[in-house]
């Protein structure tokens, strides 16, 4: 299996060539190469996923870890030390095939999209960039690694949300991005050194293993009551949850929009922001054995962040950012999976929920995105109000992004269907508060996309476009049939078969009760929205008027970037960085500039006896010399 | 020969010497400055020896550092004359309260 290197290091060496040389290319050209680059990634990682499941990686009923390559780094301790090398078990085989189908399907798409854009050559070299990154992530066989990957697919992000950098909104966005993730990964960062100072290792292989979870049993330290197994996992979880943008961290999010479309559905949709996700999932069995307390409260912030950001999306009229929102809540409903999952066949439902959920998600998802991004090429806005109608011009879109909405609303038998369904039941069998949560943005999903849906593509049907909106060339409706088809297929995958917390084959069926109750919420939910947005009529108005505090609340996205540039700006800069700051100019400068003022002083007054002149120096040092010598001889 | 004393050989060296150190503190050309130089050296030379002559007439260990003064010294005026002329070629001059330029 070790040709599992060539998946990783391909993407890595188009993007030192396209990033050397590139610039001299012709930017089809340059497009070609890290597109053919990412379809031998593709095509091997397939081979990989089949020979990983059926044959090499199975054996009887259960699936092993492999660890193909791996060699020692950096040592700190015989036990202690960092490794890089490569590690396939079911999810990150899985993450592989996810990464590079997305990552394939948007550089396909970008030859339309970019076409023409300053710095294609830039932009194709920073996607190979970023696949090398997320690919590397998965694979890593210890946390280390994964958290270098972490920190490389955060610069790749970064440079690409600010790719169009004349534009000072996308510069902001970018550094906004940056600057919030980072900050979430320093915890990410204390927590990898706590619990590896504990358990003496960084292989997920030891710490994810029966005997390496009874480590985390068997330490008793607390800290202010809590046992430091909790703080590691918690501090980990604040890392996951800065990248896949929970609450509070997720602000980043819909302002990361600014980057080009493809690049927001690689990587804001399918792949990075699920990063999180694949954290929490490569550490659950130490989640659910050293610290279930943990994984309560992130039951509890996946369930707020998903109704929360569900709620939002409702009022945005950005349809990148409505998307945006979606995202936090779908990834927010992984995350919720993942905490009240349990360890073993049938208890562990919802970490195969999850998984589920990851992998059906990443496509309906960048297909929305895509078929944003198609919407956008053709009237050149992302504002609704300036859509409508527009299925009598994009048919290919209008149908892709139907079979999307179809899917993320829960209506089978698409894909989201399946999968939301499975985390539904795992909600339902853990946690009653939480299920009813999930349940009912189900159905505020169903509201939003369909209400997106109808604003796009129905509407104003009669709108007069400036220039007449033309379907997107072949280059950019290809990857979405093809997402579209998978999106109608993947959810018969039998998930469980591959994938679940202690790898180990088991059976799941659809729990027909509480998937008509999904159902039913969902149709609800589309048939709201057909209500209010088929047609343009004044019924949103009426609505949006009944509740109009909850609506400018929620259109404001509750007030949380003002919250935290209140927290930063007036209460940490001005409590805490202007005294500092202060402090730091008047007195430890202020002493620094006392002592340089008097030794200025001093040497200003005593320079001119330095004359330079060689002579006047051997005339004082003769002098000198016959006075010791007189004493010397006189006395 | 032998019959001069030590004496002698010690008041022609401190002539030298103090010639030498006249030369050097009064003199502004930068040649005369290092002949007076090589006059200051020369005369603990003349030291060298006599006082080898004198107080261990066995040995040669002060004649020995004379040689290899006198050597240095060599190599040293070497370097000197390449410095002397480095600077004639740069302001023209060798006088030594000429070379300020890297003053304050």
């Known amino acids: 299996m070790s040709y599992t290197l060539i998946i990783v290091a391909l993407p890595f060496l188009m993007f030192l060539f396209l990033g050397l040389v590139g610039g001299k290319m012709k930017p089809v050209v340059a497009g070609l190469i890290g597109t053919t680059g990412l379809i031998i990634s593709t095509v091997l990682s397939y081979i990989a996923a089949g020979s990983y499941f059926f044959s090499v990686g199975k054996i009887g009923e259960t699936y092993q870890t492999i660890v193909p390559m791996n060699f020692e780094w950096l040592r700190f301790t015989d036990k202690l ?16 095939v996810v990464i590079t189908t997305v990552s394939l399907m948007v550089h396909i798409y970008s030859f339309g999209y970019m076409k023409g854009e300053r710095g294609f050559q830039r932009y194709y070299a920073l996607l190979s960039l970023f696949s090398f990154s997320m690919l590397g992530l998965v694979i890593a066989p210890n946390i280390f690694q994964m958290y270098i990957f972490w920190e490389l697919v955060g610069v790749s992000s970064y440079s690409l949300i600010g790719f169009y950098y004349t534009k000072p909104s996308a510069v902001a966005a970018s550094k906004k991005a940056f600057i919030v993730t980072r900050f979430a990964d320093l915890f990410f960062l204390i927590g990898i050194l706590v619990l590896s100072f504990y358990s003496g290792t960084f292989s997920f292989r030891d710490l994810t293993s029966p005997a390496g979870c009874a480590f985390a049993q068997s330490i008793t330290d607390t800290f202010m009551g809590w046992s430091v197994v909790s703080w590691a996992m918690m501090l980990i979880f604040i890392g996951g949850a800065g990248k896949s943008a929970m609450l509070p961290f997720h602000i980043w999010l819909p302002d990361a929009m600014e980057g080009p479309t493809p690049v927001s559905a690689l990587i804001h949709a399918a792949t990075m922001v699920v990063a999180g996700v694949f954290l929490v999932a490569r550490m659950f069995p130490v989640y659910i054995f050293g610290a279930p307390d943990v994984l309560t409260i992130i039951t509890y912030i996946g369930a707020t962040t998903a109704l929360f950001a569900a709620v939002i999306a409702c009022t945005q009229t950005d349809i990148k950012r409505v998307l945006a929102f979606s995202t936090i809540s779908q990834i927010a409903y992984m995350i919720t999976a993942l905490g009240v999952s349990g360890y073993g066949a049938h208890e562990g439902l919802g970490y195969m929920a ?6 059906t998600h990443a496509f309906f998802k960048a297909l929305l995105f895509l078929g944003a991004g198609a919407v956008i090429h053709a009237v050149h806005s992302n504002e609704m109000d300036s859509m409508g109608g527009l299925r009598k011009y994009l048919p290919i879109t209008h149908i892709t992004f139907l079979i999307a909405c179809l899917s993320i609303s829960g209506i089978p038998p698409f894909s989201g269907f399946f999968s939301k369904d499975e985390i539904l039941v795992a909600a339902f069998e853990k946690n009653q508060i939480v299920f009813w949560c999930l349940y009912f943005c189900a159905g505020l999903t169903a509201f939003y996309m369909f209400r997106l849906y109808y604003r796009i593509f129905w509407g104003d049907n009669n709108k007069v476009y400036q220039h007449t909106p033309h379907e997107a060339p072949a280059s950019m409706t290809i990857p979405l049939i093809f997402l579209a088809a998978l999106t109608c297929v993947v959810g018969f995958i039998p998930f469980s078969e591959f994938i679940s917390t202690d790898k180990t084959v088991f059976h799941t069926h659809i729990e027909w009760s509480i998937a008509s109750l999904s159902i039913l919420v969902a149709v609800t939910g589309i048939a709201i929205a057909t209500w209010m947005y088929r047609k343009k009529n004044t019924s949103s108005d009426k609505v949006t008027a009944s509740i109009k505090g909850l609506y400018t609340a929620a259109y404001h996205k509750f007030y949380f970037d003002e919250i935290w540039i209140f927290v930063t700006k007036k209460i940490i800069f001005n409590g805490i960085s202007q005294p500092v700051a202060w402090f730091d100019r008047h007195v430890v400068d202020g002493f620094m500039n006392l002592q340089s003022t008097i030794t200025n002083y001093l040497s200003r007054k005593i320079k001119f006896t330095q004359s330079g002149e060689i002579q006047d120096y051997a005339w004082a040092f003769m002098m000198g010399a016959v006075v010791i010598i007189s004493l010397l001889v006189f006395i | 020969m032998s019959n001069i004393p030590l004496a002698g050989y010690l008041i022609v060296s401190a002539i030298m010497f ?19 130089l090589e006059l200051m050296l020369n005369a603990a030379d003349i030291n060298f020896v006599a006082f080898n002559k004198f107080l261990y007439p066995g040995q040669m260990d002060g004649a020995f550092f004379a040689m290899f003064a006198i050597g240095v010294s060599a190599a040293e005026t070497a370097i000197a004359i390449a410095i002397i002329i480095n600077i004639y070629r740069n302001i023209k001059n060798i006088y030594v309260d000429e070379v300020n330029k890297m003053k304050y």
């Open chain 1, 81 to 96: 030390h960092i490794d890089l090398g490569i590690m396939l078990d079911p999810i990150s085989v899985m993450m592989l």
């Open chain 1, 354 to 359: 999850s998984m589920f959920h990851l992998f």
């Open chain 2, 18 to 36: 103090f010639a030498g150190v006249y030369g050097f503190l009064s003199r502004r050309n930068m040649l005369t400055i290092l002949m007076s």
